[in-house]
């Protein structure tokens, strides 16, 4: 009877293992087939390829390979002006639905109050706001300029973390991470449960009212794949974001030398995400 039983435990044991296996293959390999389809990288089907002698044509062609890339941006608080043209750009060359609180990425203003009389701390109240995502700009603050101690503009977008909770919360593999470190969405696969969406700590990411499926910035991947900047980066006046490709000792020199020069942060460094965003002149208000 003993034998039995531990025959039937190892049984279920292996099957376990087995069913683990199959579900972790069903969830990612419709991302990873996906990623190799939008870069040119999947193989013909049988049936598709010319099996002449000398010919390559059933050959995957790309242009861009992934592995041979890997972005970063640091975002300068000083430097934003809450123009609200990174905001713009972006809506228009990612075709962001036009309606009000849809954004990929947007700013907010940070108006830190001056402490009231006798008040033990050395700041006041803090007030954020972001009208229309900042693409129209700021109104004059409704706050006494006197009593205004600090006020500060802060760009915000997905910060692509190395360890994203957005991931590891997608149930069927919508959510990944290209080998060039940009943390993408799949709306072929996206289901729409926004599981996703709640799990983001930094509220990056919505679902979009027409298509049913989770969105957010992708650091205008299209455009990287054709060796250009994200259309934020190119439009900033004021030269507040800068982007860089890590494996690029060319395009990653201003990054690095910005970072050796100034103190990065990132936005709630106590979750463990390594977001590969990065802000110099960070408030410790900002959250």
């Not at 010319?50 to 390979?65: E, F, I, Q, R």
């Not at 809450?82 to 750009?89: E, F, K, M, N």
């Not at 957005?166 to 996206?190: H, M, N, R, W």
């Not at 201003?254 to 802000?279: D, S, W």
Request: charged share 20%; net charge positive.
């Amino acid at each position: 009877m003993k034998a039995l039983m531990q025959n039937r435990r190892q049984a279920l044991q292996a099957m376990g293992k087995a069913i683990g296996g199959f579900c972790t293959l069903m969830v990612f390999q419709p991302a990873q087939a996906a990623f190799a389809q939008l870069l040119g990288l999947a193989t013909p089907s049988p049936d598709k390829t010319n099996s002449a002698a000398g010919s390559d044509k059933s050959k995957p062609t790309a242009k861009y390979d992934p592995a041979a890339h890997y972005y970063t941006m640091v975002i300068d608080v000083d430097k934003c002006i809450g123009c609200g043209l990174c905001a713009s750009a972006c809506k228009q060359e990612n075709k962001v639905i036009a309606e009000p609180f849809y954004f990929r990425t947007w700013i907010e203003r940070y108006i830190i109050k001056k402490p009231g009389p006798g008040a033990s701390e050395a700041r006041g109240e803090t007030l954020v706001d972001s009208p229309n995502g900042g693409i129209d700009g700021f109104p004059q603050p409704k706050v006494p300029k006197d009593d205004i101690l600090k006020s500060f503009f802060v760009p915000k977008l997905c910060n692509h973390c190395n360890d994203s909770p957005c991931i590891q919360a997608c149930p069927v593999g919508a959510t990944f991470e290209s080998p060039d470190g940009v943390v993408l969405v799949d709306p072929k696969y996206c289901i729409g449960c926004g599981f996703c969406i709640q799990a983001c700590p930094y509220g990056c990411r919505f679902l979009n009212p027409i298509t049913r499926t989770a969105e957010k910035c992708t650091f205008c991947y299209h455009r990287l794949t054709q060796g250009l900047r994200p259309a934020c980066v190119e439009v900033c006046p004021t030269g507040a974001r800068l982007f860089g490709d890590m494996k690029d000792p060319a395009s990653a020199e201003p990054v690095r030398r910005f970072v050796q020069e100034n103190k990065v942060q990132v936005l709630k460094p106590h979750l463990g995400t390594h977001p590969k965003l990065l802000y110099a002149g960070l408030d410790k208000e900002v959250r």
